[in-house]
């Protein structure tokens, strides 16, 4: 079985790489790691490497002995992007707090060029747009406002709902468009999960990874068959989960505590009469324009590495 992956130390690191990036990612509401996957070219090869790690073809890989499985269930790429992932999330928690608490329309704006810019590229996987894929555009687009006009529930931090809330969110992560780090919001474990990842919570941790495991392992078979027999729809709905998912993104927020944690959208002015605080228009605008700037020179230096 070959991989598009290069098998050397210099390839692995990359990949490592692009694991930490993704890690960083699903560590921000708003952003998923799958975004990230699709800029870096990986995406595809992700979803069908994990479809190999299906628990009733194991036997089959173990056939030609260690080497031949390891080989089969792409494990050197998996394990790179794995450890890339672990590291980033591990290092990135207090950073990700603080920025969230002290510089959040910045942060927010930063990534907002990034979900621009990758939209504006992802659709170039679709040759030809058609009503069928203008219709799977638009479902995508439905089913990620839904959510993220939602108002985030208050949780609980029992191990069977983090559990719960490893195995949905990990199927966001995973899709380009939807935040993992947002659908915790929105079950009301972010700050939970997070905090206990930053001081090594061992009992969360291993609970909340369980559940992504087994979510994973079974999403990603039906994304492996989507991209295999739709593969234009699937990249339009993709599409129009990440151009909507710019909703999220939004940099002036208020959000007021309770059973439900309310989110209401304010223009620049209105935040700045209701917070008493600057609205930073100029440096958000700089910001996004900062951010997709990012993902234009990585796109092109990216599409000059395959020509």
């Known amino acids: ?28 509401p708003g952003v ?17 490497s994990l479809k190999n790690l299906n628990p009733l073809q194991l036997p089959t890989h173990c056939k030609g002995g260690v080497r031949q499985f390891w080989q089969n269930i792409n494990g050197g790429f998996l394990l790179a992007l794995l450890l890339g992932v672990v590291t980033s999330l591990y290092l990135s928690a207090n950073t990700v707090l603080y920025l969230l608490e002290f ?3 910045l942060v927010m704006a930063f990534f907002a060029g990034l979900v621009f810019a990758s939209t504006w590229f992802l659709r170039k996987q679709i040759s030809c747009w058609q009503r069928r894929e203008i219709g799977f555009l638009l479902l995508g687009a439905g089913i990620t406002l839904l959510i993220s006009l939602g108002n985030p529930l208050a949780g609980n931090y029992s ?4 559990f719960f809330c490893g195995l949905i969110a990990i199927c966001a992560m995973i899709l380009p468009g939807i935040s993992g780090a947002f659908i915790l919001i929105l079950l009301g474990v972010y700050d939970h999960v997070l905090s206990a990842l930053r001081a090594l919570e061992f009992g969360v941790i291993i609970v909340f990874v369980s559940g992504c495991v087994i979510g994973l392992l079974s999403f990603a078979h039906l994304l492996s068959w989507t ?7 699937t990249y339009a709905f ?11 993104l939004w940099p002036w927020k208020l959000v007021s505590d309770g059973e439900l944690m309310e989110v209401t959208y304010l223009s620049p002015e209105r935040f700045e009469s209701m917070t008493g605080q600057s609205s930073q228009l100029l440096s958000v605008i700089l910001l996004v324009l900062l951010g997709y700037s990012v993902v234009a020179i990585f796109e092109r230096i990216t599409s000059s590495r395959l020509s």
């Open 32 to 48: 998923s790691g799958g975004t990230i996957a699709v800029m870096a070219g990986i995406y595809e090869e992700l979803i069908h």
């Open 103 to 105: 510089q959040y329309p």
């Open 227 to 233: 991209f295999f027999y739709y593969r234009q729809q």
């Open 159 to 162: 191990y069977f709902y983090v």
């Open 1 to 28: 079985m070959e991989h598009r992956s290069e098998a050397s130390v210099k390839g692995r690191l990359t990949i490592f790489l692009k694991g930490m990036a993704m890690g960083i990612a699903d560590s921000v």
């Open 238 to 248: 993709l599409t129009g989960m990440l151009a909507a998912s710019v909703v999220v």
